[in-house]
Every structure is written in structure tokens, then in C-alpha cells.
């Protein structure tokens, strides 16, 4: 055997006994909260480690410290109304924020001033998700005001967006729209996008390469009605994703609400049918934890998983909109006049 032979040998032995990721059994959370008075928070980021930015229900878009400190805050009024932001998204120079209803009005907010960057009117406007591929390439998605989902696209870093023509995207079905509980509608991995519908029609619309192009692929999700669907989604890589959601008018149902794939969305399997959690209003993976570890928030309280969402368990009765991890040991969550600090033991 030459040298060269027996070095490929020992990094094949190497790679092949790449220690495998072990779930926690159970985790136990704290959860340090800052009361936002006046205001329902349903889109936040994570800035770093310390802070966070968010965006509200009265125009209100600032950065908490995690010592509950506001460094920075923007109270945006436009024609003596206040934008309620549903859909928030950085890029490296950034922050963007969305609005829901009409017009829509999306926001640039760069060394504390606010530049309009893309405005729609329409009586059926309505944005619910946004986030960026990377420091140049954005996305939002929001209802039909056609016979297609509303997607608009940024190419230069957030200076400008444009409309896909409904010619270049899939045909939307009567009744199927999307709901801005979390901003969590859109999920990105790479050049990878997928975006869940909800209503009548609970679909997953795919593209692979930032916007050109798109595939559409059906879900065991419970549909039929205006309130029935997927609210959340999220993947850990190219292939493993969850969908979340159910019928907020049903917060205690829990049939086919939850479902998982491993085919990068081409096919779902409904998951814990008929158990805890009950209806989601955002799921995210923990980060770090080979896809294993989930969490799951809604009004019903917060929800662990570590078997990829097969599995959960309830692990606080505090209610929250939306969870973002800043690693797999901390997450910030917000709701109703409330953001908080939740750190996993």
C-alpha cells in the first residue's frame, strides 16, 4: 500500500466516524420578558448575540438589548397612519420592514432613516413574509391580487424591488392565500425558497434559484377554509423541512397540522396527529442539532421536539407569535406587548 493509498484510507475512517449529533431528552427553558406597550410583535431578527431587531403592529421598528434597553427605535408614520409591520429582514447594511394591507409600504431603515423602497395599491394588497438569500437577493411574499401569489424581488440589495409577472409563477387556486402570523412563510437555504400557502388551498411553492423559476407541490395540511393551513415553515437544509399551522379559529385542533419532509418539499408526512402541539403559529429548527431539535410557539405555549418534529413536548404555557434562535441554547420570542429572552437548560 502507497502513502498516498493509506492518507485516503485514514480521512475516509475520519469522515465515516464523524461523531453523530445526540438529541437532548428534554429540555427545560427560562424566559426573561420586556413588556412593548401598545404594540403586537410578529416579526422579529436576530441582529447578534445581545440583540434583536423588531417590528410592530403601530409603525414602531427598534433594536432590544438583551438588558431590555432600546438602543435604537423608529416610530414611522405615513399620512398620519401607522404601518402595521408583520414582515421584517436584514441584509449586512439593513433593516427592512413590511406592512399588511393598502398600500403596501416597504420600508428601508438604514443609520436610523426610513426610505420608502417599493409601494403597492390594491384592494387586495397584503404582504405577510420577507427575507433576504443573501446581502443582495430578497424576497417577500404576500396574497393575491391576481390569479398568482404576490412575490416581489430585490437584485440590489434592498434599493429597489419588482413584481414577478404572474406569467413566471404558478396559478394560485380561488380561496388560497397566506397568513402573516410569524413571518415565517418563507423559507430560505441557499438559493432555495419555499413559501406556504393557506386557506382553502395549503400548498408549498418552490424555487430554486432565487425567484427565475418555480414548482408548486400539494400538503396533507388541513385546508377548506379561510383560516385553515400552513402559518409556518422552516428547513434545515436542502432536503429537511416542517410545516406548522392548523385553524385559528380552532386553536385546540390538532389534525394534520403538523408535517415533515425529506425531498425538499415535493412530499409531506403529517406528524403527531391528534397530540400536542395544537394549532403553531411559527416552527423553527434549533440550530446546531443535525435537524433534531425543534421548537414549535403559539398562543398554546411553547412546544419541544427532538426527534424532527415527530414527537413533542410541551415545555411552557407562556403564549408567543414567533421564535428565532440565536443559538442552540438561546432564542428571542415575541406577541402581544411582549418580546422575551428564552434560554434552553
Known amino acids: 500500500m502507497n502513502r498516498l493509498t493509506a492518507c485516503f484510507i485514514i480521512l475516509i475512517s475520519i469522515a465515516s466516524c464523524k461523531k453523530e449529533y445526540k438529541s437532548r431528552e ?7 420578558k420586556f413588556k412593548m406597550d401598545s404594540t403586537s410583535i410578529r416579526a422579529i431578527e436576530i441582529l447578534n448575540d445581545s440583540a434583536v431587531v423588531y417590528a410592530g403592529s403601530v409603525g414602531d421598528i427598534g433594536i432590544l438589548l438583551d438588558n431590555g434597553n432600546i438602543s435604537k427605535f423608529k416610530k414611522i408614520i405615513t399620512d398620519s397612519v401607522a404601518p402595521h409591520f408583520r414582515a421584517l429582514a436584514l441584509n449586512k447594511k439593513s433593516i427592512y420592514a413590511l406592512n399588511v394591507g393598502n398600500p403596501a409600504l416597504l420600508y428601508k431603515i438604514e443609520s436610523s432613516k426610513a426610505t420608502l423602497v417599493y409601494t403597492e395599491y390594491h384592494e387586495k394588497v397584503f404582504y405577510d413574509s420577507m427575507k433576504f438569500f443573501d446581502n443582495m437577493n430578497g424576497i417577500a411574499m404576500g396574497d393575491p391580487t391576481g390569479d ?90 436542502e432536503k429537511q ?38 394549532y403553531v403559529s411559527c ?60 434560554t434552553i437548560n
Not at 160 to 172: A, E, G, T, V
Open 283 to 342: 416552527v423553527q429548527f434549533v440550530p446546531k442539532t443535525d435537524g433534531k431539535e425543534v421548537f414549535a410557539v403559539s398562543t398554546n405555549g411553547i412546544f419541544y421536539s427532538n426527534d424532527a418534529g415527530v414527537n413533542w413536548e410541551k415545555v411552557s404555557d407562556d403564549g408567543f407569535y414567533t421564535i428565532r434562535f440565536v443559538s442552540d441554547k438561546s432564542a428571542w420570542l415575541s406577541g402581544n406587548e411582549v418580546i422575551a429572552k428564552m
Open 148 to 237: 398568482c401569489l404576490s412575490i416581489i424581488i430585490t437584485r440590489d440589495g434592498g434599493n429597489s424591488w419588482f413584481k414577478i409577472d404572474c406569467n413566471n409563477l404558478p396559478q394560485i387556486y380561488e380561496g388560497e392565500a397566506a397568513f402573516a402570523a410569524s413571518n415565517t412563510n418563507i423559507a430560505i437555504v441557499g438559493e432555495n425558497a419555499w413559501i406556504a400557502t393557506g386557506g382553502l388551498k395549503s400548498r408549498i411553492f418552490h424555487t430554486s434559484d432565487m425567484g427565475v423559476t418555480w414548482n408548486v407541490y400539494n400538503t396533507p395540511i388541513i385546508q377548506g377554509e379561510n383560516t385553515t393551513g400552513i402559518y409556518s415553515i422552516d428547513f434545515y437544509n
Open 241 to 278: 423541512g416542517i410545516i406548522c399551522g392548523g385553524d385559528y379559529t380552532d386553536k385546540f385542533g390538532n389534525s394534520a397540522n403538523k408535517a415533515i419532509t425529506n425531498d425538499g418539499g415535493k412530499t409531506w408526512q403529517v406528524v403527531s396527529e391528534n397530540k400536542e402541539p395544537k
Open 26 to 32: 428534554s429540555v427545560t427553558i427560562s424566559i426573561e
